[in-house]
């Protein structure tokens, strides 16, 4: 079956502009969970969602946001990007605990 | 906050020698499951094992774990240069695991 598939993979944007990541999960999984990966923090989690309700939140600003749709799709959109917010950011879909993870979207913000 | 810290930051090996993780945490937990990561990709997945299992076992990979240290370990046996990654360890917190906590992640070297 197919796995998680993150779109794009790699993105360059300016500072100041906003942007909106996209992440489909494995058929028949309603959680998804979104991770920014930097050199010096690590891998940290944003948010999971499930069945399109926001169960719970990371620390991050608010300029991170995200939703559900009815499919299970997510899409997590950063506004006002600031140089930083260059990561990685991968998101998994969940079914009993165990999380699979997408390939990432590379964020280059210049 | 990083819960899980690997330990060590970096490792270097031959091949055919044994590699030995170890990541600790602060708080209880549901489970906790190991990944790799090559080169910045996505996370791979490795094992997952719960708060009432001591030991698990898949293929040339052995975790343990103890609840009393807060501590886990991952053993990679017969390493190969494709072993080659980072590792990290992830912890569940909350009543339903809600709370993923990465580690720093460990850079393991298999040379040839």
């Known amino acids: 079956k197919a796995g998680v598939t993150q779109t794009p993979r790699y993105l360059i944007k300016t500072r100041g502009q906003q942007v909106t990541l996209s992440c489909s999960p494995i058929s028949g999984h309603r959680s998804v969970s979104w991770y920014q990966q930097t050199p010096g923090q690590g891998l940290q989690f944003l948010f999971e969602?499930?069945?399109?309700?926001?169960?719970n939140k990371g620390n991050f600003p608010g300029r991170f946001s995200g939703r559900q749709f009815s499919n299970s799709r997510s899409e997590m959109n950063v506004s006002t990007l600031e140089l930083g917010d260059s990561a990685l950011y991968l998101c998994a879909s969940s079914l009993d605990g165990y999380r699979t993870f997408g390939p990432g979207t590379r964020l280059t913000v210049t | 906050s990083q819960q899980g810290e690997e330990d060590p930051q970096a490792l270097s090996i031959q091949e055919g020698e044994n590699a030995t993780m170890n990541c600790s945490y602060k708080?209880?937990?549901?489970?906790l499951q190991w990944y790799r990561q090559n080169s910045g990709r996505g996370l791979v997945h490795l094992i997952l094992i719960r708060s009432n299992e001591r030991e698990k076992h898949s293929g040339r990979l052995r975790v343990t774990l103890d609840t009393s240290k807060k501590s886990s370990s991952l053993l990679i046996t017969a390493s190969r240069a494709a072993d080659t990654a980072s590792y990290f360890c992830?912890?569940?917190?909350?009543?339903?695991?809600?709370?993923?906590?990465f580690g720093p992640g460990t850079r393991l070297s298999v040379l040839p």
């Open positions: 708080t209880s937990i549901n489970n």
């Open positions: 992830a912890t569940d917190e909350g009543s339903y695991g809600q709370n993923f906590v």
């Open positions: 969602y499930f069945s399109e309700t926001q169960r």
